[in-house]
């Protein structure tokens, strides 16, 4: 199945698991880390925020690594976009501007309350999709199973909302 915006096709799921596999093994084995992406956001609000929370060594201590990964990834994000076929900002939310017919702020709006949800849900699981998915299920852990668990029925249950009630 080729990719959505520019028709390519994508590399072999394999070859991302390995990617996957390389990096998570590599934290652990090296650094003694877990991977977790939304750790490194509380690194990212530490640089500037001063309340307590942010000023925990647990949060401190793990820029050195975290701060470049997060770097990376959207680095390589970037890279990827412009590689296969280009890239330019849009406020095209696709499907949902026909249902919505939402402006700008509307979308502004949107967006953000989408961010809230997903912040809220990932401070109350006490990580994100990436920390419980990848690491956390390697590892056997079983708040990670009945995370993913949440974060997986949650998705469907949203999309499934989205699908059939707002788009009709």
Aim: proline letters at 4%.
């Amino acid at each position: 199945m080729p990719l959505l915006l520019h028709n390519l096709q994508p590399l072999h799921w394999s070859i991302a698991g390995v990617g996957i596999a390389a990096v998570t093994l590599s934290l652990m084995l090296l650094a003694n880390r877990r991977l977790g992406i939304s750790t490194g956001f509380e690194d990212v609000c530490s640089l500037v925020l001063s309340q307590p929370y942010f000023r925990r060594d647990a949060v401190i201590g793990g820029r050195r690594w975290r701060l470049p990964l997060l770097a990376g990834l959207l680095l390589g994000g970037f890279l990827s976009a412009v590689t296969g076929g280009g890239w330019s900002p849009t406020w095209s939310l696709g499907m949902l501007d026909t249902a919505l017919a939402l402006g700008p702020m509307g979308k502004l709006a949107w967006m953000f309350v989408g961010g809230l949800f997903i912040g809220f849900g990932t401070r109350m699981a006490g990580g994100c999709t990436s920390g419980h998915g990848i690491f956390g299920l390697s590892n056997g852990e079983w708040p990670s199973l009945l995370s993913t668990l949440s974060f997986m029925g949650g998705g469907i249950l949203t999309t499934q909302f989205v699908y059939r009630v707002l788009l009709g």
